[in-house]
């Protein structure tokens, strides 16, 4: 029951994520690359004084860290990049689509028990997803854009297969975040980020990037060894039903009947393949 509601927490901090990156782009105007950048930068500073005070130091971790470092920047900039020419959902849809089967091909390599369940769990769960984003019409859907986002999708299957190994997930996260900072403060630069951000969108970065994505993925790191690679996988399919209804609490978007009945069958699948056998 712990691991269930240590990783319900992380999945609620995660859809955080999506409504303040929401918030922030389309409700205030900030450049989504920027937000990106004052996201890592700001997780990077928050983690580096954290594992400082608690002295736990600040080892580079080899190739691994590397691998880790490699697929956060490729989550966040695939991300932000994608989302300027693809439609939301579709964009969701792609993107755990992606890390499903990143993560399913993990377990699978790494010979992890995936029982019948876990496998019904999750048709079942992406069935509800497919349902409550696939796109009914409008314009035609960019390739390169979806490319990037199944780019973003394949770098945070990696990034969250990495977890796995580490024996200290606070510092682990930390080290991520300050190798991950200067590249993306680079990036951005080179991509014309504006240096005159709205204030409102980077204290929204801010709390992203200092509490539920530094913490978040502290959390989520720390969960993963329990938890498991398919189970990981089949419980962030939560993550686009969550962010929705935050969406309707904070953003005052409407309920649907829709909504309703993928978000019941989205969690069924996810409560289904949480068993163990």
């Not at 977890?163 to 975040?177: P, V, Y």
């Not at 539920?212 to 189970?231: D, E, K, M, N, V």
């Amino acid at each position: 029951m712990k691991l269930i509601l240590l990783t319900a927490v992380t999945m609620v901090a995660f859809a955080a994520n999506s409504v303040l990156n929401r918030a922030a782009v389309s409700g205030i105007g900030m450049e989504a690359v920027d937000f990106g950048v004052v996201r890592l930068v700001s997780g990077a500073l928050a983690l580096a004084g954290l594992v400082a005070w608690q002295r736990r130091g600040f080892a580079l971790g080899g190739l691994g860290r590397g691998v880790a470092v490699v697929g956060l920047l490729a989550y966040i900039f695939g991300f932000s990049l994608a989302y300027r020419g693809l439609d939301a959902g579709l964009g969701a849809l792609v993107l755990f689509g992606v890390v499903q089967i990143t993560m399913f091909g993990g377990a699978v390599v790494a010979r992890d028990e995936v029982p019948v369940t876990r496998w019904i769990g999750a048709c079942l769960a992406l069935s509800g997803l497919v349902w409550l984003l696939m796109p009914t019409g409008g314009p035609a859907i960019s390739v390169v854009h979806v490319v990037m986002m199944a780019s973003a999708g394949l770098g945070w299957g990696i990034y969250s297969l990495q977890g796995r190994r580490e024996g200290d997930a606070t510092q682990a996260t930390a080290m991520n975040f300050l190798l991950a900072a200067p590249v993306a403060l680079v990036f951005g630069i080179a991509l014309g980020m504006d240096l005159q951000m709205p204030v409102a969108g980077v204290w929204l970065a801010v709390v992203s990037g200092v509490v539920t994505s530094g913490l978040g993925y502290a959390l989520w790191y720390a969960i993963l060894p329990s938890l498991g690679a398919s189970r990981a996988a089949v419980a962030q399919l939560s993550v686009p039903v969550i962010a929705m209804a935050g969406g309707m609490v904070v953003l005052s978007e409407p309920l649907t009947l829709r909504f309703v009945g993928a978000a019941a069958l989205v969690i069924s699948g996810v409560l289904v393949s949480m068993r163990k056998g």
